[in-house]
């Protein structure tokens, strides 16, 4: 039992270049998330889909796109990245959407330059 | 949209002694509220969570109180240890989506 397992863990990018960030998970969980983390500004949603085929913006969506793929994979892209971008990203899943524990994913570091 | 407010932003104490962090929320209908410990490096993960129909919860050394009147809601760590050092942040939900604090580095010092 992995829980959720996000790839890859580390990334440069350039300004300009796509990329996407997978995400998966095996405790067959209805909901999953993409959350940003910045110093000093805790974890701010990006992105999250409350059930298989179903998919939201959160408080910080521009410059990114989503792909509930199926109900264990929820991937996040960035289509034309920019130094903005620079965070680390998590990945989430939880049981549903209203008060159970979230789970995360160990994080991908990503650097735009 | 829910706003949730996290002081302080950093805490020192001495091993042995108690830390409080405390959060504020701004929507009334938001009815569950986690803490989430991260180490250095590591994923956030859930340490004790509180709904909105009780008042004070406990786990061993952390307990947490929410005051729904007054939108607050705080976490208490007891007899500190050097490995309660981390981050942690409070949430709140409501319904779909979980709003963070900016998070509270606790250092504890032996």
């Known amino acids: 039992n992995a829980g959720v397992t996000q790839t890859p863990k580390f990334q440069v990018l350039k300004t300009g270049q796509s990329m996407t960030l997978q995400c998966a998970q095996d405790?067959?969980?209805?909901?999953m998330y993409w959350y940003r983390q910045d110093p000093g500004m805790g974890l701010r949603l990006i992105y999250y889909?409350?059930?298989?085929?179903?998919?939201d913006k959160g408080e910080v969506p521009n410059g990114y796109n989503v792909s509930r793929l199926n109900k264990r994979e929820f991937s996040l892209r960035l289509e034309s990245a920019a130094p903005s971008q620079t965070s680390v990203y998590f990945c989430?899943?939880?049981?549903?959407?209203?008060?159970?524990?979230?789970?995360f994913g160990q994080g991908t570091r990503l650097t735009v330059v | 949209g829910e706003n949730v407010e996290q002081h302080p932003s950093t805490l020192s104490v001495q091993e042995g002694d108690s830390a409080v962090i405390k959060c504020t929320y701004s929507?009334?209908?938001?009815?569950?509220f986690p803490w989430y410990k991260q180490e250095l490096g590591k994923r956030p993960q859930l340490i004790i969570d509180?709904?909105?129909?009780?008042g004070e919860k406990k786990d061993q050394r952390i307990a947490v109180t929410l005051n729904k009147t007054a939108k607050h809601f705080s976490l208490h760590i007891t007899e500190t240890q050097p490995e309660d050092s981390a981050v942690y942040f409070c949430?709140?939900?409501?319904?779909?989506?979980?709003?963070f604090g900016a998070g509270t580095t606790v250092t504890v010092r032996a």
């Open positions: 989430a899943s939880n049981l549903e959407m209203r008060d159970t524990e979230a789970f």
């Open positions: 405790m067959n969980h209805n909901s």
């Open positions: 509180i709904r909105s129909n009780v």
């Open positions: 949430a709140a939900s409501n319904d779909y989506k979980l709003s």
């Open positions: 889909s409350a059930s298989e085929g179903t998919t």
């Open positions: 929507d009334s209908a938001s009815n569950y």
